[in-house]
């Protein structure tokens, strides 16, 4: 199973459970290759698009930017899992988000907070790496790509991500919390889906014990009618 399926059977009760009941229409903002929560949603009997560029072909997909696509109606709930750290314009895709819930619709969102990635988290997480795999993910990349530059950790790190343009996610929350009524916002365990061997719980052991850092960021909010 791949790292990416992995992340999508962990996180799809948690998303499920945040949502209103079916037949609910729920639209998946970057939803990657794999079809992202689309497939469970149809499932469970939800209306559900799902939009990225990368996104499979079908009825419930459109392959394109969602800074770019003509939403359709107004939905129940929009979900992104992993996405917001990375588009252009964060203000412009939350407003979008925000246009496109019908009153009282629920947001939530998954997200990295690569700024608590310090070096004991790190370490933690290279150590557990399957390097026999020939599926390596982000985590082996960089791993790679740190040894390779020969900087401290935190050095590389924030030059990687300002390399590559990713938000803060603490100023992705505090975006959302410009337009929406937040409803819970927790911390959970990231690593996990890349490891070997190790599983979810071993990482939530580990952030309790005080040996690693919670990277994941869940956050649920709800468009209030007067806004």
Not at 49 to 78: K, N, Q, T
Not at 164 to 177: F, N, T
Not at 205 to 227: C, H, N, P
Request: with cysteine.
């Amino acid at each position: 199973m791949s790292s990416k399926q992995r992340w999508l059977d962990a996180m799809w009760p948690r998303v499920r459970s945040w949502l209103p009941a079916p037949p609910a229409a729920v639209l998946e903002l970057g939803c990657g290759s794999l079809g992202g929560f689309v497939p469970g949603l149809l499932s469970d009997g939800y209306q559900a698009i799902g939009i990225d560029p990368e996104a499979p072909e079908g009825a419930g997909y459109r392959r394109i930017e969602f800074e770019r696509s003509e939403l359709p109606d107004a939905v129940d709930a929009v979900v992104a899992s992993v996405s917001l750290h990375h588009v252009a314009d964060t203000g412009e895709v939350l407003d979008r988000i925000a246009g496109a819930l019908k009153p009282d619709g629920t947001v939530a969102v998954v997200e990295w907070d690569w700024e608590s990635f310090d070096e004991a988290s790190a370490r933690w997480g290279f150590e557990r790496l399957d390097w026999k795999n020939d599926a390596k993910g982000w985590l082996h990349r960089g791993y790679e790509h740190w040894q390779a530059s020969g900087q401290p950790w935190e050095g590389y790190l924030h030059g990687w991500a300002t390399g590559h343009g990713l938000h803060s996610a603490r100023a992705l929350v505090k975006g959302l919390d410009e337009r929406f009524e937040r409803v819970s916002c927790e911390r959970g365990a990231y690593l996990f889906p890349e490891l070997a061997q190790t599983t979810e719980r071993d990482e939530l052991d580990a952030i309790e014990a005080g040996l690693i850092r919670a990277l994941r960021i869940d956050y649920v909010g709800r468009l209030s009618r007067g806004r």
